[in-house]
């Protein structure tokens, strides 16, 4: 009963902009769960002769109500499971960025002298070279599958992360609590994971909802391009890319996959603000 009241005061608590976003990205995350029991039709599922209906705010009718695309697919369907494959490949690309980051910036911080070189080194070359020349390449090279696609996608940003973590960590190692945790004895695993990670997961945190965003915006701009989420699998850039054809003729293909994109990005930058807020004990 307590805990329900903490957390009952804690949304009331909540800024109004901040709670509509966090319903927006709940129900996000319910949609790609339930993507299968609440659409209405398959995502693969053709109709050539309903091809192009509009949606039923524009005289469409009930029967597709965010209308169909060239193919006669229903466009409401089709979003459905392209929130679940975009989530999907951002959440998880996101976690490889940030694991790989967070740990390459501990190994710096711990080792120092050529192991630290050598982890800068790599910042600065991930840092100097745009992504989506090095996704293109590899994509181009060895093909694409969604496995390959999601690895791919989690080299994105890291070196952000990996920054933060080393400067943090090193600032972290010279004050008193990380000594005397050492010199308690503690293994440097549980020192960086038990003691130093909670203290610097407020910067982090911003890090990482600042990749997690960008993270759907290329995987947008790869689908956009063809060399993203490769057909029967749909998501919300391969539905932009799509729909790009018919801008004039059926606007209606894109804009509903990029209304997702644009409030999904703005929703996940508000919380994350909010959450560095909340946890930075220096703002308290």
């Given at each position: ?49 309903d ?16 209308g ?24 998880s ?16 911080a711990?080792f120092?002298?050529?192991v ?30 969604l ?16 920054r933060?973590?080393r ?19 503690a ?15 407020s ?9 997690f ?24 850039g ?6 790009r ?15 997702f ?6 929703s ?7 959450l ?9």
């Amino acid at each position: 009963m307590k805990t329900f009241k903490f957390w009952c005061s804690e949304l009331k608590a909540l800024p109004m902009l901040v709670l509509i976003c966090l319903t927006w990205l709940t129900g996000m995350v319910v949609v790609a769960f339930t993507a299968d029991l609440i659409a209405p039709y398959a995502y693969t599922k053709l109709n050539l002769s309903d091809r192009l209906l509009p949606p039923i705010f524009f005289g469409g009718n009930l029967n597709h109500l965010l209308g169909t695309d060239e193919l006669g697919r229903d466009v409401l369907s089709r979003l459905l499971y392209s929130i679940r494959i975009s989530l999907l490949v951002a959440f998880s690309s996101t976690l490889i960025s940030a694991a790989l980051g967070i740990g390459m910036g501990f190994l710096a911080a711990h080792f120092r002298g050529w192991v630290e070189q050598l982890v800068l080194v790599l910042v600065d070359f991930q840092a100097s070279m745009p992504f989506m020349i090095i996704a293109l390449a590899v994509l181009a090279f060895f093909g694409n599958t969604l496995l390959l696609f999601i690895a791919l996608m989690g080299f994105y940003g890291w070196e952000r992360a990996a920054r933060i973590a080393r400067g943090l960590t090193i600032a972290a190692n010279e004050q008193g609590y990380a000594a005397a945790v050492y010199d308690l004895g503690a293994s440097p695993w549980r020192v960086y994971l038990k003691h130093i990670l909670p203290n610097i997961a407020s910067t982090l945190i911003v890090s990482i909802t600042l990749t997690f965003p960008e993270v759907i915006l290329l995987e947008s701009g790869l689908s956009f391009l063809g060399l993203g989420v490769q057909p029967p699998m749909t998501s919300l850039g391969n539905m932009v890319g799509y729909g790009r054809e018919y801008l004039q003729s059926a606007p209606w293909i894109l804009l509903a996959p990029s209304f997702f994109i644009v409030i999904t990005t703005f929703s996940v930058s508000m919380v994350g603000d909010w959450l560095r807020d909340r946890l930075d004990p220096t703002l308290n």
